[in-house]
């Protein structure tokens, strides 16, 4: 018996979203009493993840394949959990977590529960609470099989550190006869993404076009943000999609959410509900975001913005 | 070209949600429903494939009569047929059983769901189906190309996007970006008048159970009202930041 996490790494190193997963999962093995199993793939820091209580971890060599690859990696994943008779398995809820989950589910017949937030309310069976409506809501949702696949929804679990001793193990990665392959990914390297931030500084349309936007990434900048914007920006094309965030763009867990210029309906508002702390920056006081944020600012964006990156800029000096 | 577009019904994007028979059950009163979203964008995609390489499009849900009015808007839109799988699912596994039994009855070139529904935000009838059939699936899909049986599509990752190549069966997870919102295409009066005389077909479910059932629902609790801040105290906010909501 096990609990099986999938911990994703960026050039080796473990994502925070990985880490958290770990986080979840020791929590999930303690509580059943079982050791807690971890896959990456590549992985070059062992350490981090001693630091997160893995007992033992499948670290796959890809050799040199560097693309993730959704039919190998939940081939992989659905080894170790049949291997380790795992009745539990966490992935992340980035882009790959929510990808590889569903698959690696009907691999290992298993359910699959996503956007979960908090640890089960009771485990036979296991029971979970999710978000549902776009945030609007939450469920409690039970599986009617022996095995589950949890999508941890990000920052709603933290990081917990526990030191360990892990066993590092290698292990197989499957070939696939599969007819799909990257064939090349164009990625902002430079940038934090929106499923990994802490922090997101968001922009619509109050920022009145695409050659404002230093105002959001300067602030952005100082504070290692991730920049998103509304719906109507994207567009409009002022940005590009995958900085939409709402409900048919992208949901956004950071633990701060600062909206510029954004006026807040209701679609973008349920996008962005499960952010921690919300601060708005609008002109308009009767905007919608009002009423959904905890700190706000009536004042016009381009004199309130600069001002505030400035004094943050000399805050962390 | 057969290409099978998955639909669901779903409330409206600023309907109030709301709950009855003790939050066990969403409460359909006064809700309009609508195509959802994400199957939209996939569904003009696959109109957009018809018009111009002639491929067939059969649009399917799985649901109760309630949904006939968007399978009908769907027919509408320009998809040549529908079918309605006669259950009111509880997960999207019974979901994606459901249609696998659809896509084992008649072959499909294509499977275009949508990345999630934008009511129980499950995300899992893509790849479940996908899995179940045995085909490749991209998830996040917002880009596709079709040349005889090859396929490039382009999926969303975080930070950036991902090119992929593939042949013929494949499953897509359709987003925002496929088509652009500009392109969805709103029924004409030849449409609508068209769509009554398609054939939408009812057809009978498999037996099979669900992977996860819905135990209660619950709202989240109210907010309390909004700590403004004077437009000239920004160290005051940045205080409040640090000090009270400590995220900074």
């Not at chain 1, 094309?237 to 959410?257: C, D, F, I, M």
Request: proline residues 4%.
């Amino acid at each position: 018996m096990a609990v099986v996490v999938y911990i994703e790494s960026e050039n080796g190193t473990p994502k925070k979203t990985g880490l958290e997963v770990a986080s979840y999962g020791r929590a999930l093995a303690d509580a059943q009493g079982v050791s807690l199993v971890a896959v990456g793939f590549n992985l070059m820091d062992h350490e981090r993840i001693n630091a997160f209580g893995v007992d033992k971890l499948y670290n796959i060599d890809t050799q040199g394949a560097v693309h993730f690859d959704v039919e190998r990696y939940s081939e992989a994943l659905a080894q170790v959990t049949t291997k380790e008779s795992a009745s539990l398995m966490v992935v992340s809820s980035s882009a790959d977590g929510r990808y590889i989950g569903p698959i690696v589910a009907v691999k290992t017949n298993a359910a699959y529960m996503s956007n979960v937030v908090g640890l089960p309310s009771q485990y036979a069976p296991l029971q979970v609470k999710r978000t549902c409506f776009t945030n609007k809501a939450f469920n409690e949702t039970q599986s009617t099989k022996e095995r589950v696949v949890l999508s941890l929804s990000s920052n709603s679990y933290g990081l917990h550190e526990k030191q360990g001793t892990v066993e590092v193990l290698s292990g197989d990665y499957p070939i696939s006869s599969n007819s799909l392959k990257v064939e090349s990914v164009e990625k902002v390297t430079d940038k934090v993404s929106i499923a990994d931030a802490d922090i997101v500084v968001s922009g619509g349309r109050g920022l009145k076009g695409p050659e404002n936007w230093h105002i959001i990434e300067d602030l952005a900048d100082v504070l290692g943000a991730a920049t998103a914007c509304s719906k109507p920006v994207s567009d409009m094309g002022w940005r590009s999609h995958s900085e939409h965030v709402g409900q048919t763009g992208k949901p956004v867990a950071s633990n701060l959410y600062i909206a510029i210029g954004v006026s807040g309906a209701i679609q973008h508002l349920a996008g962005i509900n499960a952010s921690k702390v919300k601060v708005v920056i609008n002109s308009d006081p009767e905007a919608p975001f009002f009423k959904a944020a905890d700190y706000g600012i009536v004042g016009d964006a381009f004199e309130v913005v600069p001002v505030l990156t400035e004094k943050l800029k000399a805050r962390m000096q | 070209m057969n290409i099978l577009v998955c639909i669901s019904n779903v409330p409206g994007t600023t309907s109030k949600i709301n709950f009855k028979e003790e939050n066990t059950a969403f409460e359909t009163q006064g809700v309009q429903f609508i195509i959802n979203p994400n199957d939209e964008f996939g569904l003009t995609r696959a109109v957009w494939f018809q018009q111009k390489i002639g491929a067939k499009v059969t649009v399917v849900t799985v649901g109760d009569a309630s949904c006939e009015p968007i399978l009908r808007k769907c027919l509408a839109i320009g998809a040549d047929q529908a079918l309605r799988v006669d259950l009111q699912p509880q997960d999207g596994f019974e979901v994606a059983t459901q249609l696998a039994a659809i896509c084992k009855k008649e072959s499909y070139d294509l499977i275009i769901t949508g990345r999630e529904s934008i009511d129980y935000n499950g995300g899992m009838v893509g790849g479940m189906l996908a899995t179940l059939l045995e085909m490749p699936y991209v998830a996040n899909c917002i880009q596709m190309d079709i040349a005889s049986d090859e396929v490039s599509v382009q999926r969303e990752i975080d930070g950036g996007k991902e090119s992929l190549s593939a042949i013929l069966p494949l499953v897509i997870g359709a987003q925002k970006g496929l088509v652009e919102e500009k392109d969805l295409i709103i029924p004409n009066m030849r449409g609508i008048m068209q769509a009554r005389q398609k054939p939408l077909e009812v057809v009978p479910p498999e037996a099979a159970a669900p992977a996860s059932k819905v135990q209660a629902f619950e709202k989240p609790a109210e907010k309390g009202p909004v700590k403004l801040v004077d437009a000239e105290d920004i160290d005051g906010l940045i205080d409040l930041l640090e000090n009270e909501a400590k995220v900074l």
